[in-house]
């Protein structure tokens, strides 16, 4: 009897240990996604948008064995107005619409310090993790994923800013 009533308890138990294991290491693959990209990217001073495409899918391959359909990436270095506003000088984009140059970064710059006369490389990663577990609590929560957002800010290393050409 006793046997019974807690076959369900630790099943479920089980399958929610799982399901947070998952969602711990893709939380910890995009962290890890935002910040390699912008890390390589601020090595140089001039990138061909080829040579960032080619960056951003291989940087993809973090997250394996996760799926990458639901992943959006955006690497923009940004400059500052006279009044401290970011400003986006060029974009590059997975899965997602690239930013037009002139346009305010939409994405928080936490913890960057305003420079006017030096760039930023700015990387935003978003994901969402559907498991069989969260695809479940949809009924009951109306949401059947787990969503992660990582921004990562690098300084450029070799020169004050990086140019982007074809």
Request: aromatic residues 8%; glycine residues 6%.
């Amino acid at each position: 009897m006793e046997f019974a009533l807690l076959v369900p308890v630790m099943l479920l138990l089980l399958a929610g240990t799982v399901d947070l294991g998952e969602a711990l290491i893709v939380n910890r693959k995009i962290d890890k996604l935002a910040t390699t990209l912008a890390d390589v990217i601020a090595q140089e001073s001039n990138w061909p948008s080829s040579d960032v495409d080619n960056v951003i899918t291989g940087g993809t391959a973090i997250v394996t064995p996760f799926e990458t359909s639901n992943l959006r990436i955006m690497i923009g270095v940004v400059h500052f107005d006279s009044n401290g506003n970011p400003l986006v000088s060029w974009t590059r984009a997975y899965r997602t619409d690239p930013l037009k140059s002139g346009t305010p970064w939409p994405y928080p710059l936490t913890g960057a310090i305003i420079d006017k006369s030096n760039e930023l490389v700015a990387v935003h990663v978003e994901y969402n993790l559907t498991t069989s577990v969260s695809d479940l609590a949809k009924s009951f929560y109306g949401n059947g994923s787990y969503s992660f957002v990582r921004d990562a800010i690098f300084r450029p290393r070799i020169s004050t800013t990086i140019t982007n050409t074809g």
